[in-house]
């Protein structure tokens, strides 16, 4: 690692602990080991940081990741460690990815026929998202094609409804899933995602299960107390500035805010382009000394205003934005209207991740 010659003016903390924890927990409640999805920048965590930490893990069996220069920054880490790619490669760029080693998904003949013969294939099955995959009817031709090639090591399929409270879907889909593999030789088959871990536990006949954001500490609200997780991502901004606001004058873009008072301001370096949603406007908080504090007028592009009145606060001083306690993501991402999947994936190249224990 190079050191750079300037200070990220935002931070997040990326515990090894809360991750190792939290993969040790879900292996255990689906009763497989993971194949961890470490996609969009491990889901805006880092991906050296969070893959060189579960590699350690012996609830880790492997990687996966949506996109093949993901698969390629993974495989020049050499963690000893397999990876699968999640969505289909271009034709070109699968000779290059099956010397990588990387596992490479197929839905269709011609996909299965134009593999090289030393590429390992995790058959895609399409059971009800309608995303990717071959639809069931089509897919043991598929899968049985793999395996007189030689080339045959997985099958997954991809849960569309199991982090919702009904998972009658989830159930259909599983059992679609169970009728192709049962016309398929033994092979590593996998279909939780984090949601179906949570809500259905272990699955018969399966090797392996996928929970991403169930890893990095997070389970929809009907699922949270089903495994102690803890968020393994707590971002913190430098106070960039102080000064002082006074009474009827109006804070940051449009006016939105008027001080009602005079009131100490901290401008912090953290804004939109970091990652911080726009829309939580008028509704985000932060902690400041241990306090929640208001986020005043306008989140900007690269900074927003914080009421610091009657707080002993220094420039350079780090504020807490969310964390395990206090102010979580999932307050943000409420805040943000949005989910916690954006809000984490959403963390710009400005924030520096660092492994903490
Ligand atoms: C992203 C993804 C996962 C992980 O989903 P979570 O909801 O984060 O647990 C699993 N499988 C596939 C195919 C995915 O694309």
């Given amino acids: 690692m190079t050191v750079p010659a300037f200070a990220a003016r935002a931070r997040a903390l990326v515990s090894r602990s809360a991750l190792l924890e939290n993969l040790a927990a879900l292996s255990g409640r689906a009763g497989v080991p993971l194949l961890l999805p470490v996609k969009a920048d491990a889901y805006g965590h880092g991906l050296e940081i969070v893959a060189r930490h579960a590699a350690t893990s012996p609830h880790v069996w492997g990687f996966a990741v949506a996109v093949p220069r993901e698969a390629q920054a993974l495989a020049a880490l050499d963690l000893g460690k397999p990876v699968v790619l999640l969505t289909p490669p271009t034709p070109q760029e699968v000779p290059a990815l099956a010397d990588l080693g990387v596992r490479l998904p197929v839905a269709t003949l011609a996909e299965a026929d134009a593999l090289p013969g030393h590429a390992r294939a995790h058959l895609k099955v399409d059971t009800g998202m309608n995303r990717l995959g071959a639809r069931p009817e089509d897919a043991v031709a598929v899968g049985q094609r793999l395996a007189e090639r030689g080339v045959l090591e997985g099958a997954y399929t991809h849960f569309a409804t199991s982090d919702e409270p009904d998972l009658s879907?989830?159930?259909?889909?599983?059992?679609?899933?169970?009728?192709?593999?049962?016309?398929?030789?033994?092979?590593?088959?996998?279909?939780?995602?984090?949601?179906?871990?949570?809500?259905?536990?272990?699955?018969?006949?399966?090797?392996?299960?996928?929970?991403?954001?169930?890893?990095?500490?997070?389970?929809?609200?009907?699922?949270?107390?089903?495994?102690?997780?803890?968020?393994?991502?707590?971002?913190?901004?430098?106070?960039?500035?102080?000064?002082?606001?006074?009474?009827?004058?109006?804070?940051?873009?449009?006016?939105?805010?008027?001080?009602?008072r005079d009131l100490r301001l901290a401008t912090v370096g953290m804004g939109y382009a970091d990652g911080y949603p726009r829309n939580a406007t008028l509704r985000a908080h932060v902690t400041v000394r241990g306090e929640r504090r208001p986020v005043l007028g306008r989140i900007c592009m690269d900074q927003f205003m914080v009421d610091v009145s009657g707080l002993d606060v220094q420039t350079g001083e780090w504020i807490d934005l969310w964390g395990e306690q206090g102010i979580t993501v999932t307050d943000v991402a409420g805040w943000g209207d949005t989910i916690e999947y954006e809000v984490l994936t959403g963390l710009g190249a400005r924030v520096e991740r660092i492994a903490v224990p």
């Fill in 169 to 260: 879907f989830a159930h259909e889909q599983f059992r679609r899933f169970q009728t192709v593999l049962s016309g398929l030789p033994p092979l590593l088959a996998h279909a939780s995602n984090g949601g179906g871990i949570l809500s259905l536990g272990a699955l018969p006949g399966m090797a392996l299960a996928r929970p991403g954001l169930a890893s990095y500490g997070f389970a929809p609200p009907h699922l949270r107390g089903v495994l102690p997780l803890r968020p393994v991502l707590s971002l913190q901004a430098q106070v960039t500035f102080l000064h002082d606001a006074h009474a009827g004058e109006t804070v940051s873009y449009g006016g939105l805010y008027t001080a009602p």
